[in-house]
């Protein structure tokens, strides 16, 4: 039993190193940049994670959307919500809301979103929210702790794991001492009430848990 927890362990601590390895290496070849205008420099290429609020970004067609920014000119811009929205017809954004009275900020026609794309057109805007600040990173953050909740195949492990433990505790018990007051060997009786448990015990479960 020992021998197959420890190998389960191991097999589990190699995939999950395996597994962020490549996680890694796909995230080093995808490196997306942003062309910022701060003070003193005209236009330059940033890695999206060292933009700040209030940085001045230049977007054209094809550009990821790489925070939440707030359109200061634009000309015919259009831009892809199907990240958010699911609706596959790019909408237009302008540098002023012409409706004062819209209450959804996926409805604002002057905010643009982190994990959008610009379609057609060009922009200046100024970014308002950067990484868990954004709408985007509050949707992942809420699925992420969503995930955190044990799933029905986690849950069902779990309860044949109780139910093996409960009839460990209820039958070693009974068989110790049923058989030490029946044989008055109570020697004999305590290995034989161990192996009773030992074999409640299928070795081979943290094998296919782990599988």
Do not use: Y
Not at 117 to 128: C, D, F, L, P
Not at 160 to 174: K, N
Not at 184 to 208: H, K, R
Request: charged share 20%; net charge neutral.
């Amino acid at each position: 039993i020992s021998a197959m927890v420890v190998l389960s362990t191991l097999i589990r601590f190699v995939q999950e190193g395996r597994s962020n390895r490549a996680a890694e290496r796909l995230k080093a070849m995808v490196s997306n940049t942003a062309t910022v205008m701060r003070r003193d420099e005209p236009r330059i290429e940033l890695p999206i994670k060292q933009l700040v609020p209030g940085d001045l970004i230049v977007l054209s067609a094809g550009d990821m959307i790489p925070a939440d920014c707030r359109v200061l000119s634009a000309k015919d811009l259009f831009v892809s919500q199907a990240a958010m929205t699911g609706e596959s017809m790019p909408v237009e954004k302008f540098a002023h809301q012409r409706d004062a009275k819209t209450r959804n900020p996926l409805d604002l026609e002057n905010i643009l979103f982190m994990g959008t794309n610009v379609v057609s057109g060009s922009a200046t805007a100024m970014v308002i929210g950067t990484g868990r600040a954004t709408f985007f990173g509050n949707l992942t953050t809420r699925v992420a702790q969503r995930d955190e909740e044990p799933n029905a195949f986690q849950r069902g492990i779990n309860k044949v794991s109780w139910l093996l433990i409960r009839f460990m505790f209820v039958m070693a018990p009974l068989v110790l001492f049923i058989n030490g007051f029946t044989k008055g060997d109570w020697t004999e009786a305590l290995l034989f009430a161990l192996s009773i448990a030992v074999g409640l015990t299928p070795e081979m479960l943290p094998m296919i848990v782990t599988s």
